[in-house]
């Protein structure tokens, strides 16, 4: 399975002590799925300016309540974690739920503690990320004598790579099987997959990921997902977060997303600038998702 033209809902991975909205950080795949989304993301870090529960586990609860809906990270840290055992988890989430995973990846770095928290020197992390995926790929590849290996690797999956760097394009036609975009216009868009498609000699698929809110009232969503994003998130100045995020009425909304589908991005991620997922995912279904442009949903 690879990266299929669709719709994503990304669930927070971000924490309070709300019973219900730490029961909808599993329950809301379900719900997405039986809305008729393609695919369903999870973000991480393990150190950040706001609790955050793992989102590996995150992905092994979607892959137990879910049957078709794919299962995307967006992205994983993977460096920050052994490269042995981060492989094992997830060929063996690959297996478990059919050849669902889509793995997004990339450096990370704003928030260098998470590198000393782990014991990995933050110089090195994108060549810690590059043995990282280089030991994963290897573990489909055919061996030579009694070299171990993973049993069951299952079949490759799809990789994403994120970032905006030259580092990160390198990365693309390295490794991966796209580009996972986050924080760029559309006319980025545009230009980036020309260059890769030009160095590549192929289509390189692009999947945007974007936070986004919708109200009735255009000025309260844009207010409220400025709040979020600048004082519960990021904990900096929100108008650099809000520039390429989504904000408004659903109208608003749709019209904001489908610049990006008609810049080239072949699946749009989405991910509620807010607690209230459950509600943002159900408005969003019921008065999004009918305006936007024809891509494939569901199945």
Same mark, same amino acid.
């Given at each position: 399975?690879?990266?299929?033209?669709?719709?994503?809902?990304?669930?927070?991975?971000?924490?309070?002590?709300?019973?219900?909205?730490?029961?909808?950080?599993?329950?809301?795949?379900?719900?997405?799925?039986?809305?008729?989304?393609?695919?369903?993301?999870?973000?991480?870090?393990?150190?950040?300016?706001?609790?955050?529960?793992?989102?590996?586990?995150?992905?092994?609860?979607?892959?137990?309540?879910?049957?078709?809906?794919?299962?995307?990270?967006?992205?994983?840290?993977?460096?920050?974690?052994?490269?042995?055992?981060?492989?094992?988890?997830?060929?063996?989430?690959?297996?478990?739920?059919?050849?669902?995973?889509?793995?997004?990846?990339?450096?990370?770095?704003?928030?260098?503690?998470?590198?000393?928290?782990?014991?990995?020197?933050?110089?090195?992390?994108?060549?810690?990320?590059?043995?990282?995926?280089?030991?994963?790929? #290897?573990?489909?590849?055919? =061996?030579?004598?009694? *070299?171990?290996?993973? +049993?069951?690797? %299952?079949?490759?999956? &799809? /990789?994403?790579?994120?970032?905006?760097?030259?580092?990160?394009?390198?990365?693309?036609?390295?490794?991966?099987?796209?580009?996972?975009?986050?924080?760029? #216009?559309?006319?980025?868009? =545009?230009?980036?997959? *020309?260059?890769?498609? +030009?160095?590549? %000699?192929?289509?390189? &698929? /692009?999947?945007?990921?974007?936070?986004?809110?919708?109200?009735?009232?255009?000025?309260?969503?844009?207010?409220?997902?400025?709040?979020?994003?600048?004082?519960?998130?990021?904990?900096?100045?929100?108008?650099?977060?809000?520039?390429?995020?989504?904000? %408004?009425?659903?109208?608003?909304?749709?019209?904001?997303?489908?610049?990006?589908?008609?810049?080239?991005?072949?699946?749009?991620?989405?991910?509620?600038?807010?607690?209230?997922?459950?509600?943002?995912?159900?408005?969003?279904?019921?008065?999004?998702?009918?305006?936007?442009?024809?891509?494939?949903?569901?199945?």
């Amino acid at each position: 399975m690879g990266i299929e033209p669709g719709w994503g809902f990304a669930v927070n991975s971000f924490y309070r002590d709300a019973p219900e909205e730490t029961r909808d950080m599993i329950r809301l795949p379900a719900v997405a799925e039986e809305a008729g989304w393609d695919s369903v993301w999870i973000g991480d870090h393990l150190l950040w300016h706001a609790p955050m529960v793992d989102g590996l586990t995150q992905m092994v609860t979607f892959a137990a309540s879910t049957s078709r809906i794919q299962i995307g990270s967006a992205i994983l840290l993977l460096g920050l974690r052994h490269p042995t055992v981060a492989a094992r988890i997830l060929t063996s989430l690959n297996v478990l739920s059919e050849d669902r995973l889509i793995l997004g990846v990339g450096v990370g770095g704003e928030n260098p503690a998470e590198f000393d928290f782990s014991g990995v020197p933050y110089e090195r992390r994108g060549k810690v990320l590059d043995e990282s995926l280089e030991f994963l790929i #290897s573990q489909w590849e055919e =061996r030579k004598g009694e *070299e171990p290996r993973i +049993e069951p690797a %299952g079949d490759p999956f &799809p /990789i994403l790579i994120g970032g905006r760097s030259d580092a990160a394009r390198r990365r693309i036609k390295r490794f991966g099987a796209g580009w996972l975009a986050a924080f760029v #216009s559309p006319d980025r868009i =545009r230009a980036e997959q *020309e260059r890769l498609n +030009e160095e590549t %000699g192929t289509e390189v &698929p /692009i999947v945007y990921h974007a936070y986004m809110r919708s109200d009735k009232d255009g000025a309260r969503a844009h207010a409220e997902a400025a709040d979020f994003l600048g004082n519960t998130v990021y904990a900096m100045p929100a108008k650099r977060l809000m520039d390429y995020s989504i904000a %408004g009425t659903p109208e608003e909304c749709a019209e904001r997303i489908t610049t990006y589908v008609e810049a080239g991005v072949r699946q749009v991620i989405v991910r509620a600038a807010g607690w209230d997922q459950r509600e943002q995912l159900e408005q969003w279904s019921e008065e999004i998702m009918p305006l936007l442009p024809a891509l494939k949903v569901g199945g």
